[in-house]
């Protein structure tokens, strides 16, 4: 039999589990919310679109003012590019023929694409693979703390900008940085050394891109940025109530589970497993947290199983066949689960929607 999909109009209670499940007016209070603040500050706003995968939930987005979207494989491009969407900035290095081939196409497709590299052989790989007919913009990755990729130093930055403005097929078109979170100190620092650097030479800088949502709120605290890249914020998740950067009223996306067993007086076991729940941990001691529950802990996933241990909660305790929603630690990992997104307003579904780009991970 087909999956039973819930009609607009089915009550919460009757969505089959475990489904992830949006509040629509959360999710527009979240998008309003951000855009006015970077725009109050003067900063573009270019949504990471990992987070929810959804060409509906960019094109709001987009609707309330961002310039653009990020995204971070060549596929997940691909994919709002068949949606219409016409400025991508893709934070990834992308390397080898194929991609470079795809990557080709896609340039030749939609009006404004650009893509970073933080080594001369990503640089190299795309001036081989472009010409001035249509070229590449390229922004050069730093690491201003956050440990990953990028450049190391504001003068590995520049030189490297001047290797992509002297390419033919490639226009250099700024600088950006996922940062540590609290590092807004340090990006200031390494940007500004970077543009004086780069001024120095003779090159244009016209992007300055932070990033994140951890210091999403604290964006304008880099005057030397020009714009900011975030993504969970569309939808938060415990990981950001923790870190402060929302409340529990702000929370859109909760994953809705029916407990499956009552093992034991202290055990309850949810439907809602790995393949549900994220298994990401982000320094908790558990896998989410269920409303209503306090005290409960999802202390164990397994494919189709959540173990929760009931020890510690000061709540009725659930019953076989209960209903509960669990805020899950990382959002984003979530949204690469399911096939489909639930939409609901006051308990009753709106609208399901495919995600346009569940498991582009290449």
């Not at 100190?185 to 004086?196: D, G, S």
Request: one cysteine or more.
């Amino acid at each position: 039999m087909s999956f039973p999909w819930p009609e607009p109009g089915t009550a919460l209670a009757d969505v089959p589990t475990p489904m992830p499940v949006i509040d629509e007016d959360r999710l527009a209070a979240n998008i309003a919310r951000a855009q006015d603040y970077l725009a109050g500050h003067g900063l573009a706003f270019r949504p990471h679109i990992k987070t929810h995968k959804l060409a509906s939930v960019a094109q709001a987005q987009l609707d309330a003012g961002a310039v653009g979207i990020n995204c971070q494989k060549l596929t997940e491009a691909e994919a709002f590019a068949d949606a219409g969407v016409e400025d991508i900035l893709i934070t990834y290095n992308l390397l080898g023929p194929a991609r470079l081939a795809g990557l080709k196409a896609l340039n030749d497709r939609v009006a404004r694409l650009t893509v970073c590299a933080d080594s001369e052989t990503t640089v190299d790989g795309y001036a081989g693979a472009f010409t001035a007919g249509k070229p590449l913009s390229v922004m050069v990755e730093c690491d201003t703390g956050g440990g990953r990729c990028g450049v190391q130093t504001p003068q590995a930055a520049a030189d490297l900008a001047g290797r992509i403005a002297a390419a033919p097929g490639l226009r250099f078109h700024g600088l950006l940085t996922y940062p540590a979170v609290g590092g807004a100190e340090a990006v200031q620092a390494f940007l500004t050394e970077a543009v004086a650097l780069l001024e120095a030479k003779g090159i244009d800088c016209p992007v300055r891109s932070n990033g994140g949502s951890p210091d999403l709120w604290k964006a304008h605290l880099v005057p030397a940025a020009t714009e900011h890249r975030a993504g969970t914020y569309v939808y938060n998740d415990r990981s950001m109530v923790r870190a402060g950067e929302c409340g529990p009223q702000d929370l859109a996306m909760h994953v809705l589970a029916t407990v499956v067993s009552r093992p034991t007086p202290t055990r309850a076991v949810l439907d809602s497993g790995s393949k549900a729940l994220t298994s990401d941990l982000l320094g908790f001691a558990d896998h989410g947290e269920i409303e209503g529950l306090p005290g409960a802990r999802i202390v164990a996933l397994s494919e189709e199983h959540a173990v929760v241990d009931l020890t510690g909660c000061t709540g009725p305790l659930p019953t076989v066949g209960q209903q509960v929603r669990v805020i899950p630690n990382h959002t984003c990992v979530v949204s690469n689960l399911f096939d489909r997104m639930v939409f609901h307003r006051g308990g009753v579904v709106t609208r399901v929607e495919p995600l346009a780009a569940r498991g582009t991970v290449w």
